[in-house]
């Protein structure tokens, strides 16, 4: 089966190509340099030529604080980039899926988030990617599906994990929100439940038919606020380890962002449980994973 992946270079990116070969799949994955999702021309010359079976777009802006300065960017790249792929994928008939965020959401509410929740973006970022969903529903709904994923940390790349592992060895005390929950999500989780949605048969059945329709949460299992998740880092990475960091409770006020972030984000994934046939995995499962890949993590 061949297979376009955009933002083959990010974190996601790198587990879905890591594993794809493995899965049988003929993998296309070119680079910012090769070809700017942004650029329709570029973008319909491309899918055209290698007509593939599917196409995961998982390029996005994802500069959450640089965004509210780099707003012409993050539009360029989340929305106009997010419709050039949909549209290129409808004159080949390809099959799409496009990686989201929870931060459609506002986050003032406190219980799951299914895919028929109010959406209600803040912040340029947000906005951004929520413009993306809507185009992309507008120009290929027959044959796409948006796929939300929350907290996102995988082995390649810039991510809260990476942050606080070279915090722990470089400070004495690290402060930590407390007052915001998510279900952190592991890259490795997600590229595999995207490589299985892209070719199973259920594909309209399970998502793009039905309530919520074209759209999926896919997350970890769990909740937990950022402090709790740094908790459970210094945790499982802290054997044999030297660090004497202290973990202090902070809040969003405090930490005074730039840009907003939705306070209360987990969602509800009885969908993408049909959808697979299995449940997501737990957000400590995803911890342990990620940590053996980087070889900070033992049972023992």
């Known amino acids: 089966m061949k297979l376009l992946v955009f933002g083959g270079g990010g974190q996601l990116g790198y587990e879905l190509l890591k594993r794809a070969s493995d899965l049988r799949f003929e993998v296309l994955a070119p680079v910012l340099s090769e070809l700017d999702i942004s650029d329709p021309q570029a973008v319909l010359k491309f899918v055209k030529a290698i007509k593939p079976a599917a196409i995961i777009n998982a390029a996005a802006y994802t500069a959450v604080d640089k965004a509210e300065t780099e707003r012409e960017l993050a539009f360029a790249v989340n929305s106009t980039g997010a419709e050039n792929v949909a549209l290129a994928a409808k004159a080949v008939g390809?099959?799409?899926?496009?990686?989201?965020?929870?931060?459609?959401?506002?986050?003032?509410?406190?219980?799951?988030?299914?895919?028929?929740?109010?959406?209600?973006a803040r912040g340029v970022y947000g906005s951004s990617k929520l413009e993306g969903e809507q185009r992309i529903r507008a120009a290929y709904p027959e044959n796409s599906v948006i796929v939300r994923t929350s907290s996102l940390h995988g082995q390649r790349g810039e991510n809260f994990l990476h942050t606080m592992l070279k915090l722990f060895a470089e400070r004495d005390i690290v402060k930590v929100v407390d007052d915001q929950r998510m279900s952190?999500?592991?890259?490795?989780?997600?590229?595999?439940?995207?490589l299985d949605l892209s070719r199973t048969d259920s594909f309209g059945a399970q998502v793009i038919a039905g309530p919520g329709a074209g759209i999926l949460h896919g997350s970890s299992v769990?909740?937990?606020?950022?402090?709790?998740?740094?908790?459970?880092?210094?945790e499982d990475a802290s054997h044999e380890l030297p660090w004497k960091a202290q973990l202090?409770?902070?809040?969003?006020?405090?930490?005074?962002?730039?840009?907003?972030?939705?306070?209360?984000?987990?969602?509800?994934?009885t969908k993408i449980t049909r959808a697979l046939g299995?449940?997501?995995?737990?957000w400590r499962e995803g911890l342990r994973a990620h940590l053996a890949d980087i070889g900070r993590y033992s049972e023992n």
């Not at 769990?222 to 210094?234: K, L, R, T």
């Not at 299995?278 to 737990?282: D, V």
């Open 184 to 194: 952190p999500t592991w890259a490795g989780w997600l590229a595999e439940a995207l």
């Open 278 to 282: 299995r449940k997501p995995i737990g």
């Open 222 to 234: 769990g909740n937990v606020s950022w402090f709790e998740f740094a908790q459970a880092i210094y």
């Open 94 to 120: 390809s099959r799409l899926l496009h990686v989201s965020t929870d931060y459609v959401f506002s986050g003032d509410g406190a219980t799951a988030l299914s895919e028929q929740s109010l959406v209600d």
């Open 248 to 269: 202090e409770r902070t809040t969003m006020a405090e930490l005074a962002r730039p840009a907003p972030r939705p306070k209360f984000s987990v969602f509800d994934v």
